[in-house]
């Protein structure tokens, strides 16, 4: 079972980041289990969430897919979806199969958290 650690920020404008970083591979075996995670913290705990891959040492297409799932529900929602930290081996794979033009990624969490958008006024 992969350990996927979840902080909660708070923006200076108000709005609530949920920073999820899961631990080791994120492959056919644990990305449903990341996926339902993602679909919990949405519905339930906020819509702007960062997923920081700093401790990701191996992703594949199932996992991609479980990102690219939590994207769209992000969307929907009308929140964000941010990636950081990716290690090497998982840059690579997201250049390989150009997800790293779908995805909005970041180096750091702190970039990540910045970059999240100002809640609309009105």
């Known amino acids: 079972m992969t350990e996927i650690e979840q902080t909660t920020h708070t923006t200076q404008d108000g709005n609530t980041v949920i920073v999820l970083t899961p631990q080791g591979r994120l492959d056919i075996t644990t990305a449903w289990q990341f996926r339902l995670k993602l679909q919990e913290c949405i519905s339930k705990m906020g819509k702007h969430l960062v997923v920081n891959l700093a401790q990701v040492s191996f992703i594949d297409s199932s996992g991609l897919t ?3 799932a939590g994207m ?31 995805f909005e990624i970041f180096e750091t969490e702190e970039e990540a958290l910045e970059g999240v958008p100002r809640s609309m006024a009105g």
């Open 72 to 102: 769209r529900d992000a969307d929907a929602a009308q929140g964000s979806f941010r990636i950081c930290n990716l290690q090497p081996e998982a840059k690579l794979v997201f250049e390989v199969t150009m997800m790293d033009t779908v």
């Open 66 to 68: 479980s990102l690219v």
